[in-house]
Each structure stands twice: as C-alpha cells, then as structure tokens.
C-alpha cells in the first residue's frame, strides 16, 4: 500500500524559496504522476502541479514563474521548489498520487501533509 | 480556469439523514468530476471518480451523480464518521480545480 510522507521547513521568510520533499513509500514512483496540492488555513484546495518520472510536468499558470518539481527515482522522493515567496503561500502542503485513467484523473492517496508559515 | 461552485457552504444534519451536495461547473466537464472527504487536522481522502463510480472500500451510502455542468454527492443515510468537509475536483481541464467545500456538521 503506497504511503506519502512530506517534509520541509515549517517556517519560511518572505522573499526566500520554499523547499518540499515527499518520500514515496510502497510503490514505484516510475508508475504514476505525483502531484502537490496545497490549502491555506481555513480554506479551499489548491492544486499546485504535477510531474512525472519521464520529467514531464504540468505546472498551475498561476504559479508556474515560481514553480519547479522535480523527482529522485533512486530516494522514491518528489520535490518542490517555490521562488520569491510571500504570506499568501501560507497553506498546508500535501503531496498525492494523481491517477490517471483513460480521459480522467483523480488524487490518492495523499500524504499528512506538512505545514508551512511564510512569516519574518 | 474552470470554475467549481457547491452548495450548500454548510449543512446540519442529524444521524440516519439523506444528504445531498451540489458542485456545478462553470463550463462542461463531461463526468470528469471527482469528490473528496476532509476531516479536521486530516488529509482528504477520495471518494468517488468520473462522477458516479465508487473507490474501493468507500461504503455504498455514498452515491455521485450528474454530467456536463451540474453534479450531486448524496449520502444516503448520514453515519457519525461522515461528518466532515467534503469537495469536489474537476478533471477535465488543467489547471485542476476544487469547489470552495461543503462542511456536514451534526444538528
């Protein structure tokens, strides 16, 4: 059974880069996309992007300029860098399985996910 | 960007209840339209895919319908453990989006 384990710093100075690790666990990371998704405290979810282990990528326009993912196939792990960072990236941070089938995809499991505060 | 809306925001509902909650898209998304369940402190866990087919091991009184712009999650007859915020995500076109959820709070 596949488990998601994020990790990172959970504070973050304005302007600096937020950096995120999930360690796949259970499955080969070469068989599915991983996807992150955050939600600010009290909101909605956001879906942030996606990769691949051929290295294609699916980034969310609003935070593509910022965005980059990448993928260790040799640790299982998935990462995520976010440039120039601001209160507004405050959120929980989780990272998913995104399951594709034919024309449709969904998000499972998800790990616990890993909070982050963008504070000085 | 594909827009999702549900209604209710909230609802309260008593054990042994039937509850619906609407999500609408702002444009067609075929049945491309997943649902979520969120409980407190707790990542989200999936629930139904292409708007009407169960994963897994989710217990049958849950139930998805609809297609095109307008679809339904219904729990038939409301248990404890159900209590929680749920969402639903449309996979039809990235970016893939969520409705702003619908939180079930006991009456």
């Known amino acids: 059974q596949v488990q998601l384990q994020e990790s990172g710093p959970g504070l973050v100075k304005p302007s600096e880069i937020l950096s995120l690790t999930c360690n796949v666990s259970?499955?080969?990371?070469?068989?599915?996309?991983w996807s992150w998704i955050r939600q600010p405290p009290g909101k909605g979810l956001q879906w942030i992007g996606s990769i691949h282990y051929s290295g294609s990528t699916n980034y969310n326009p609003s935070l593509q300029s910022r965005l980059t993912l990448f993928l260790d196939t040799s640790k299982s792990q998935i990462s995520l860098k976010l440039n120039s960072v601001t209160a507004a990236d405050t959120a929980m941070y989780y990272c998913?399985?995104?399951?594709?089938?034919?024309?449709?995809?969904?998000?499972?499991?998800w790990g616990q996910g890993v909070l982050v505060t963008v504070s000085s | 960007d594909i827009q999702m809306t549900q209604s209710p925001s909230s609802l309260s509902a008593s054990l042994g209840d039937r509850v619906t909650i609407t999500c609408r898209a702002s444009q067609s998304i075929s049945t491309s339209l997943n649902w979520y369940q969120q409980k407190p402190g707790k990542a989200p866990k999936f629930l139904i895919y292409?708007?009407?087919s169960l994963q897994s091991g989710v217990p049958s009184r849950f139930s998805g319908s609809g297609s095109g712009t307008d679809f339904t999650l219904t729990i038939s007859s409301l248990q404890a453990e159900d209590f929680a915020t749920y969402y639903c995500q449309q996979s039809y076109n990235s970016p893939w989006t969520f409705g702003q959820g619908t939180k079930v709070e006991i009456k």
């Open positions: 998913a399985r995104d399951i594709h089938r034919l024309s449709t995809s969904w998000f499972d499991p």
């Open positions: 259970g499955d080969s990371i070469r068989s599915y996309y």
């Open positions: 292409s708007a009407s």
